[in-house]
């Protein structure tokens, strides 16, 4: 879903690498989230909203 939203994962893999936990802080950060890089219930919401 970051990846449709614009945001660059540095490529995908197996595991949660850097450039994942960048992308999803950075859209915790754009969306006024609680920037801890977790993929919370709030962060879900907001994915799929």
């Not at 850097?18 to 879900?44: S, Y």
């Amino acid at each position: 879903m970051l990846i449709c939203k614009g945001y660059d994962v540095n490529g995908l893999d197996s595991i949660i690498g850097h450039g994942l936990e960048k992308a999803g802080r950075a859209f915790q950060k754009a969306n006024g989230l609680a920037v801890d890089g977790i993929a919370g219930r709030a962060t879900w919401t907001r994915l799929f909203a």
